[in-house]
């Protein structure tokens, strides 16, 4: 790190361009003081007697830029401070962690750019992620959204195309009609032309496809149609941001051996290799496909170059940690090159992604975006010169994150670090998995084992599980799953212990750790109905009561799939599963096929489970984006007396397609 | 003739092999001397100041996990160094394993060589939390945050530093080595008094030989090392394999340069006199004000000053206003007014510097010996209005 200082420093030397609205850049001073800009002072202004300096001579000062598109992931903190990033919007994630991020304080952990969230994706019935915020109708968005506030900060909402129109709508009046009003950005809904939305006045658009006419692609669209389009923009408010570095990374071949994957996730590498090899066979068979993208990213490169030539407003991101092949910090830089490529001058571009993008989405502007008093001290100074050359965002001298220095050499080693990190986990995924046996309950022992769960080869976590047979003849299942962390962030671990009796769910454990918060959820059934009890780091949040029958909380632990397995009835029922840590009901249905296999149709997806004779789980198939998440049952230990123990799920496959359940029970 | 008092007159210089350099993970240090972390002292001036003088690991002051975490603009500085110092050593101070982690993880993304952990601090307000001597009290959680710890350093060795016990009647010192040696640190320092004795009395060095004869990891002494040969003396009774060193260089940085000597199996120099020290004394609030800036430097300045001229007869009519000081050129004024030629005291060599003969009552949570095999973490801070008031209230261990 520069030296931290406890006192006002002052920024000297540099060629200072504030980007205020008409000031022309200049040799300047700025004093920072704690995490803000105190002021802009012209040299040798008597304020900077006395004050310790850092020489900037030579380089050109400007605020840190702000992609405006990207999905957070805290190993990304690095890689867009390294290209002088220093304020990041993310468009929806997991809602709790996002709120615990957002904190200041946390940012400053690693360090990592400023940081604008949109909380959790919101989304219509059949959300396309597992973590977005499902709005149905009108109601319904009012009282969510709501909610959603009181959780914490969000900076803005940002909806997937799923999201129904009336619920759009009122999203978009709910969200103006707050005392800091909020903007709405997302694709197109489904249904909702382009003159809908600018009546409705959404705020932003993501990617340029939202602007095609209905039935139009990039090759058959009208130059008339464009132009009829950016007429329409031109005299409206909608800002958009095109993404147009998202569309040129599908035009050239990845490049696989790049040093820069060592900075990302294994998952990830794995993920971008996995869409490389799809993306090769694909133009190797319709190599027509290739020619006719190029084609279309010219149109969409001149149609961006219009657009900011009629004064619509364009707020450049990058996508950056939601599609392949976008190196979070460089794809951004990349996206100001090539609207610099499409026409727009590179001055022009640098506002965009700095003051005029500020502006555009917001209050944002009263903190972020230009070199003025008051505002946040996040400020980059570059070797050369922005109004002629963009490129040197990818290596600065120096960045300024919340008055805090970092120079081009402590960048390299936070990046060193990280890949450093990354490398351990990689070879993590391979080491032998060491989880203690979770706590068992009185009764007798009768099966336990471990399994793993894995996606593109990585693991993801880790569980050893056990059932116990209790003195009433109820079954206790276990577990205690170990989640690895990333390079940023720690391991978690979860307890889960289910007890079942007579085919329902009568006793339910639950402890999470994530993040700072310990969540735990316990009761039990009395009376026909299931008390549980939430609890937020041991401090009692509220009960909830269930009276449906219930056959397992669903939470990803192999410990539901082992009940399914055990008293599971072909057809439809009722299971608990999380929702952002609160237990929702769901409905389940579950077909049985003649090789053994369960298929379950679940809220969170569906998944493919098959048995071993002793009743353990082999495997577990589940689709989660465009691959498979798989369990697989490493061991499993049969104890206890012959007559305690399990069912065969395989044996009972055939007798359940008869409706004779292995275990038959009451309803 | 050697300058030193009477109980060091006697003692021999190092042997050539008779002592190894100091083996802390991967670092080999010699001579095995360690600059002991002091709140408000072992800072990055003061350590680049003693690194001038000799060799060894000098580490931070404590530095609290939570204040680090959130970014507290003054711990983060506390926290820093800068590329000229390798090794570069921080003292970790936490109750929760997670925080501790995930310290330790970001200290070795910035490239630290050394992480040591203060399991010592006998601070009313600290123990009474269940933080730091109350923490070996209960080996199970102690064995928690270290495995944290050592999880997250990686390759990065750890150290632990403990005190004797909370008091005679409650040593925990054994059961900490144990559970360091269990956890894979990589050595464990020992304070050889107990949280009640704080810095009263003579520290008790037969606990350093008992510990080092229970451990195959290192063992590092520390207690009482005013002069160089205290140095010798206790590594030769005790079998330890390194020492720490405290309040003996306050005002004498110039201890690390006789270290340096005795271990090499020459005799030290004689120390500066008053004029060589104000020298030292105007370098050291030099460095300390680059760092600090000048006010909140010189502040620090004035307790430096009364370290550096203890026992001096002729200094006591400065010492008054040097404790006032708020300019740079205060400093230079008073000091002007000493006679450079006046000689090292004698009697200053032993004379206690910071941290008086008080002892206490240690205060430990309620209940708390009820449950020593307890692994639950102290509640820690949460606002950053307690953090404040925590970082106020923090003198060390
Ligand atoms: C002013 C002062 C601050 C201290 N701060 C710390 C500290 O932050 N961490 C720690 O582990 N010990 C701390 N200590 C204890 C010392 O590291 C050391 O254990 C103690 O002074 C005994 O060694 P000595 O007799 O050589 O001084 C502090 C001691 C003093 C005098």
Redesign the pocket.
């Known amino acids: 790190m520069l030296p931290l200082f406890l006192e006002k420093i002052a920024l000297v030397g540099a060629l200072v361009h504030t980007l205020e609205p008409a000031t022309e850049p200049g040799p300047a001073a700025v004093i920072i003081e704690a995490d803000r800009i105190a002021a802009v002072v012209p040299p040798g202004d008597p304020s900077l007697a006395g004050l310790r300096t850092i020489d900037l001579s030579g380089t050109h000062l400007v605020p840190g830029l702000i992609d405006a598109y990207v999905n957070f992931d805290a190993d990304h903190d690095r890689l867009y401070l390294s290209h002088g990033i220093t304020l990041v919007r993310d468009v929806g994630a997991d809602l709790t962690q996002m709120i615990a991020e957002r904190d200041s304080l946390a940012r400053n952990r690693n360090p990592g750019p400023s940081l604008l969230i949109a909380g959790a994706v919101l989304d219509g019935p059949n959300p396309a992620t597992r973590s977005a915020i499902v709005l149905a109708s009108r109601e319904e968005a009012v009282d969510k959204l709501s909610r959603l506030l009181e959780l914490g900060p969000i900076d803005f909402f940002s909806f997937h195309l799923g999201l129904p129109e009336p619920a759009w709508r009122a999203t978009i009046e709910f969200a103006h009609r707050q005392q800091r009003p909020l903007q709405v950005w997302g694709p197109l809904p489904r249904g909702v032309s382009l003159d809908a939305a600018l009546a409705g006045r959404q705020d932003g658009l993501f990617h340029l496809d939202a602007l095609l006419p209905e039935g139009r692609t990039w090759e058959t669209v009208l130059d008339s149609e464009l132009r009829a389009v950016v007429e329409k923009l031109a005299k409206s408010e909608l800002a958009v941001t095109p993404t147009l570095a998202a569309y040129a990374q599908r035009l050239v071949p990845p490049r696989k051996d790049l040093p820069e994957l060592a900075y990302l996730s294994p998952i990830t590498v794995a993920q971008w290799l996995g869409d490389a090899a799809q993306r090769e066979q694909l133009y190797n068979k319709s190599p027509e496909l290739l020619e006719r993208g190029i084609k279309a990213f010219a149109r969409q490169s001149a149609l961006v170059a219009e657009l900011h030539r009629a004064g619509v407003r364009i707020v450049p991101g990058s996508a950056a940690g939601q599609m392949p092949w976008l190196l979070p910090g460089e794809a951004l830089v990349n996206e100001l090159k090539l609207l610099v490529r499409a026409g727009i001058p590179s001055a022009d571009v640098l506002r965009l992604a700095t003051e005029a993008g500020a502006r555009h989405l917001g209050f944002v502007e009263q903190q972020h975006g230009s070199i003025r008093a008051g505002k946040t001290a996040n400020l980059v100074a570059l070797d050369t010169d922005p109004r002629e050359d963009l490129a040197s965002f990818a290596r600065p001298r120096q960045v300024w994150i919340r008055g805090r220095g970092i120079g081009a050499a402590e960048l390299r080693t936070l990046r060193d670090s990280l890949a450093q990190r990354q490398k351990e986990l990689q070879k993590l995924s391979f080491a032998p998995l060491e989880i203690a046996s979770p706590q068992l309950p009185p009764g007798e022992l009768v099966l336990s084992g471990l399994c793993e769960t894995t996606f593109a080869n990585q693991r993801l976590r880790g569980e050893r599980w056990a059932v116990v047979r209790a003195i009433d003849g109820g079954l206790y299942y276990c577990a205690r799953i170990l989640s690895f962390g990333t390079a940023s962030t720690a391991d978690t671990l979860v307890t889960l212990q289910q007890k079942v009796l007579d085919n329902q769910l009568v006793e339910l454990k639950f402890e999470v750790q994530s993040g700072p918060r310990v969540v735990t959820l316990e009761g039990e059934l009395a009376a026909g109905t299931l008390n549980l009890q939430q609890r937020l780091n041991g401090v009692f949040q509220k009960s909830v009561r269930i009276r449906e029958r219930m056959l397992f909380l669903d939470t990803g632990s192999v410990t539901a799939d082992l009940i399914l397995g055990q008293h599971g009835r072909v057809g439809a029922f009722k299971a608990l599963f999380l929702e952002d840590f609160e237990p929702a009901k769901g409905d389940y249905s579950l077909s049985v096929q003649p090789n053994g296999e369960r298929w379950l149709e679940a809220p969170l997806g569906k998944r493919i489970v098959e048995y071993a004779v002793d009743g353990s789980v082999a495997k577990v198939l589940r689709q989660q984006g465009n691959g498979l998440v798989l369990t697989k049952g490493l061991s499993a230990e049969v104890s206890g007396e012959p007559s305690a123990r399990l069912s065969n799920p395989r044996a009972a496959a055939g007798a359940a397609d008869n409706s004779k359940a292995a275990n038959p029970a009451p309803r | 003739m050697r300058f030193s008092s009477p109980e060091n007159e006697a003692v021999a210089l190092a042997e050539a092999g008779e002592f190894a350099p100091l083996k802390i993970g991967p670092l080999a240090v010699w001579p095995p001397v360690v600059l002991?972390?002091?709140?408000?002292?072992t800072n990055y001036p003061f350590r680049s100041l003693c690194r001038e003088y000799g060799a060894g690991l000098y580490v931070s002051?404590?530095i609290t996990a939570r204040a680090y975490l959130m970014g507290h603009r003054r711990t983060l500085l506390l926290a820093s160094s800068q590329p000229d110092e390798t090794p570069r050593s921080v003292?970790i101070y936490g109750t929760d394993p997670k925080d501790v982690g995930e310290m330790a993880r970001s200290l070795v993304d910035e490239g630290v060589h050394h992480l040591d952990m203060?399991f010592?601090?006998p601070v009313p307000k600290v123990t009474r939390a269940g933080g730091g001597s109350a923490i070996p009290v209960k080996p199970r959680l102690l064995a928690r945050i270290v495995r944290a710890a050592v999880k997250n350093a990686g390759s990065v060795p750890l150290t632990i530093?403990v005190r004797k016990g909370i008091d005679d009647a409650l040593l925990t010192f054994l059961d900490a080595g144990r559970v360091a040696q269990e956890e894979g640190a990589a050595a464990i320092g020992l304070?050889a008094?107990t949280a009640a004795q704080l810095?009263s009395g003579e520290?008790d060095w037969n606990a350093i030989g008992e510990l080092k004869s229970r451990l195959s990891i290192p063992v590092l002494g520390?207690?009482?090392?005013w002069e160089s040969f205290d140095a010798l003396r206790m590594m030769r009774a005790t079998g330890c394999d390194g020492v720490?060193?405290?309040?003996?260089c306050l005002g004498r940085p110039w201890l690390f340069r006789e270290l340096a000597e005795v271990f090499d199996g020459r005799e030290p120099a004689q120390p500066p006199d008053l004029g060589g020290i104000v020298a030292i004394l105007k370098d050291h609030a030099r460095r300390l004000v680059a760092f600090f800036g000048e006010r909140e430097g010189l502040l620090h300045m004035r307790k430096w000053c009364a370290w550096y001229t203890k026992g001096f007869p002729g200094s006591a009519s400065v010492r008054d206003s040097l404790s006032r000081l708020n300019t740079f050129e205060d400093l230079e004024r008073e000091l002007a007014r000493l006679n450079p030629r006046e000689p090292f005291p004698r009697s200053a060599l032993r004379a206690h510097r910071?941290?008086g003969s008080r002892v206490q009552t240690v205060a430990l949570p309620e209940n708390y010996l009820c449950s020593r095999d307890d692994d639950t973490p102290p509640r820690s801070i949460h606002s950053s209005e307690d953090l404040e008031e925590w970082e106020r209230s923090l003198?060390?261990?």
């Not at chain 2, 002991?36 to 002292?41: C, D, H, T």
Request: charged share 20%; with cysteine.
């Open positions: 002991a972390p002091m709140a408000g002292v002051e404590m003292q203060n010592g601090c530093k304070h008094r810095y520290a520390n207690g009482d090392i720490i060193v405290g309040r003996g910071a941290k003198s060390g261990g």
